[in-house]
T-cell receptor
Framework: KAGVTQTPRYLIKTRGQQVTLSCSPI?????VSWYQQTPGQGLQFLFE???????NKGNFPGRFSGRQFSNSRSEMNVSTLELGDSALYLC??????????????FGEGSWLTVV | AQKVTQAQTEISVVEKEDVTLDCVYE???????LFWYKQPPSGELVFLIR??????QNEISGRYSWNFQKSTSSFNFTITASQVVDSAVYFC????????????FGSGTKLNVKP
């Protein structure tokens, strides 16, 4: 069974640009959540999508957005990139939103460097 | 508010030593879930274990064991007879039972196992 797939794995962007990251969840999983990992702030929750609806969002500015498609694949977008957006962006999938079956499984992440 | 504390930033041991990684959590919820994840240098967070708040039984899986104590809000992880392959960053996490896959992660403990 394929795991969570994230693309691209590595990318370098310039300040002010925008970036789109993609995530394909484990087959059959309908919940996709995104996390940002930085050395200073650690792992922080960005948002979660289930059945194409954003269910919760973390404390991030509006430059961070996402969406989920009918096949459960998800994308996140960061506009007007800042140096501080350099991070590992991790996508996680789960069969259900929070509850007894809510173990989340992570992809390998997308390493974003903003210069 | 939910919070997970991993006070040990980095631990170094020699192969075959036992090592315990500490995790202390805070939550006002009566039902919640606790997790441990392993992050090798590749970046992917690998799921190790989930524990429900109403199940205080300790668990052993091979060389890994977990000690959950509600009275002290701790969920510690012990690796017996450590191996070089155990070298990684280990994260403890907490999620609520509110229908959302929002995880609160500790800052991680980097484990170095030397041959």
């Amino acid at each position: 069974k394929a795991g969570v797939t994230q693309t691209p794995r590595y990318l370098i962007k310039t300040r002010g640009q925008q970036v789109t990251l993609s995530c394909s969840p484990i087959s059959g999983h309908r919940s996709v959540s995104w996390y940002q990992q930085t050395p200073g702030q650690g792992l922080q929750f960005l948002f979660e999508y289930f059945s194409e609806t954003q269910r919760n969002k973390g404390n991030f500015p509006g430059r961070f957005s996402g969406r989920q498609f009918s096949n459960s694949r998800s994308e996140m977008n960061v506009s007007t990139l800042e140096l501080g957006d350099s991070a590992l962006y991790l996508c996680a999938s789960s069969s259900e939103p929070g509850g007894p079956g809510n173990t989340i499984y992570f992809g390998e992440g997308s390493w974003l460097t903003v210069v | 508010a939910q919070k997970v504390t991993q006070a040990q930033t980095e631990i170094s041991v020699v192969e075959k030593e036992d090592v315990t990684l500490d995790c202390v959590y805070e939550t006002r919820d009566t039902t919640y879930y606790l997790f441990w994840y392993k992050q090798p240098p590749s970046g992917e967070l690998v799921f190790l274990i989930r524990r429900n708040s109403f199940d205080e039984q300790n668990e052993i899986s091979g060389r890994y064991s977990w000690n959950f104590q509600k009275s002290t809000s701790s969920f510690n992880f012990t690796i017996t007879a450590s191996q070089v392959v155990d070298s990684a960053v280990y994260f403890c996490a907490l999620s609520e039972a509110n229908g959302v896959n929002k995880f609160y992660f500790g800052s991680g403990t980097k484990l170095n196992v030397k041959p």
